[in-house]
C-alpha cells in the first residue's frame, strides 16, 4: 500500500510557540492532502483540504490564520499550529489521495502515521 | 443528527466468536462507504470498502443499505489482533474532494 508520513510524531511545546507538522507521501504523487484532528474518544474530524499550488479549503469554525497549510509539491504538505494553546493539544492526522488510480480506488485516502501535539 | 452514527461499544467477544457492527448515515448523498481500521493511539487503515452488492474478504463481509442508509461490518473467527476500534467512514461528496466523514468508532476487544 501507498506510504504517508508525517513528522514528528510527537510535540510538547510551551503555549504560545508555534508548531509545524510535515505530511509526505513516500511512493506516490498526491494533488489532495488533507488534515484531521482527533481529540481523545471522538471522531477524526477534516480540519482542511490542502491542494498542490493552491490555497487550502478550511472546514467550518477552523481558523485559516491559526492553522497554516502549505502544499508546496505533489509530496508535501505541511500544518503550522501557530501561537498554540493547551485547547490545540490534539492528535493531527494528514492523509494523501492518489494522483490517480483504479476507480474503485479514487476515493481511498492514505493516513499518516500521526502527530501527537501537546501544549503546556 | 450525526452525520455517521456507530454504537461505541466496547464489544467484548471471545476468541472465534462472530460479531457484527452497523452504522448509519444521514446525507442520502453519500456515495462511498468505507470500514477502517483504528488502533489505540494510531493512525485510521483502511479495512474495506462497502459496495452495494455487498462485499466479502476472508473474514470480513460488509454490506450496505442504500434505502436505509445503513452499513454493516461482519467478523467471523475473531482473533485476537482484531482487537481495535472499527470507524465507519462515508464519502458524500463524490467529487475532486473526496472529504471523508468518519464516524466515532465502535470498539472491539477480543478476549483469549
Known amino acids: 500500500g501507498a506510504v504517508v508520513s508525517q513528522h514528528p510524531s510527537r510535540v510538547i511545546c510551551k503555549s504560545g510557540t508555534s508548531v509545524k507538522i510535515e505530511c509526505r507521501s513516500l511512493?506516490?504523487?498526491?494533488?489532495?492532502m488533507f488534515w484531521y484532528r482527533q481529540f481523545p474518544k471522538q471522531s477524526l474530524m477534516l480540519m482542511a483540504t490542502s491542494n498542490e499550488g493552491s490555497k487550502a479549503t478550511y472546514e467550518q469554525g477552523v481558523e485559516k490564520d491559526k492553522f497554516l497549510i502549505n502544499h508546496a509539491s505533489l509530496t508535501l504538505s505541511t500544518l503550522t499550529v501557530t501561537s498554540a494553546h493547551p485547547e490545540d493539544s490534539s492528535f493531527y492526522i494528514c492523509?494523501?489521495?492518489?494522483?490517480?488510480?483504479?476507480?474503485?480506488?479514487?476515493?481511498?485516502?492514505?493516513f499518516g502515521p500521526g502527530t501527537r501535539l501537546t501544549v503546556l | 443528527r450525526k452525520e455517521v452514527e456507530q454504537d461505541p461499544g466496547p464489544f467484548n467477544v471471545p476468541e472465534g466468536a462472530t460479531v457484527a457492527f452497523n452504522c448509519t448515515y444521514s446525507n442520502s448523498a453519500s456515495q462511498s462507504f468505507f470500514w477502517y481500521r483504528q488502533d489505540c493511539r494510531k493512525e485510521p487503515k483502511l479495512l474495506m470498502s462497502v459496495y452495494s452488492s455487498g462485499n466479502e474478504d476472508g473474514r470480513f463481509t460488509a454490506q450496505l443499505n442504500r434505502a436505509s442508509q445503513y452499513i454493516s461490518l461482519l467478523i467471523r473467527d475473531s482473533k485476537l489482533s482484531d482487537s481495535a476500534t472499527y470507524l465507519c467512514?462515508?464519502?458524500?461528496?463524490?467529487?475532486?474532494?473526496?472529504?471523508?466523514?468518519f464516524g466515532k468508532g465502535t470498539k472491539l476487544s477480543v478476549k483469549p
Open positions: 492523509s494523501a489521495r492518489r494522483l490517480a488510480g483504479e476507480i474503485r480506488s479514487y476515493n481511498e485516502q492514505f
Open positions: 511512493d506516490f504523487q498526491a494533488t489532495t
Open positions: 467512514v462515508v464519502n458524500h461528496d463524490g467529487g475532486s474532494q473526496g472529504n471523508l466523514i
